[in-house]
Nanobody, 121 residues
Framework: QVQLVESGGDFMQPGGSLRLSCAAS????????MGWYRQAPGKQRELVAS???????NYADFVKGRFTISRDNAKNAVYLQMNSLEPGDTAVYYCNADVQRPGWTSVRNLWGQGTQVTVSL
């Protein structure tokens, strides 16, 4: 079974930093595009940042200059360094990846279970 396992969510005061991690577990051939989304209470899930296998990145305007996405292809992992956190960043953060594995005839898009980030005084 292939899963995306996230970690790093926590409670943080405004201005603080957190680093989220996500790794694909199971028999993986490769992860293509990977990304982070977030969903705040009462709001739709939204893209935070994405990164291609080659390292090209894309960021939502509301995190530009504050968050950095990176990945380790050898570990099938993606990371989100979050600096200058604001209360508006409070949400459940979800990892997303396009995954290829032996036995699958096509790439599948997978989601992690989510990790809670709370920014408050």
């Amino acid at each position: 079974q292939v899963q995306l396992v996230e970690s790093g969510g926590d409670f943080m005061q405004p201005g603080g930093s957190l680093r989220l991690s996500c790794a694909a577990s199971g028999s993986i051939l490769r992860c293509n595009d990977m990304g982070w989304y977030r969903q705040a209470p009462g709001k739709q899930r939204e893209l935070v940042a994405s990164i291609s296998r080659g390292g090209s990145t894309n960021y939502a305007d509301f995190v530009k200059g504050r968050f950095t996405i990176s990945r380790d292809n050898a570990k099938n992992a993606v990371y989100l360094q979050m600096n200058s956190l604001e209360p508006g960043d409070t949400a459940v953060y979800y990892c997303n990846a396009d995954v290829q594995r032996p036995g699958w005839t096509s790439v599948r898009n997978l989601w992690g279970q989510g990790t809670q980030v709370t920014v408050s005084l």
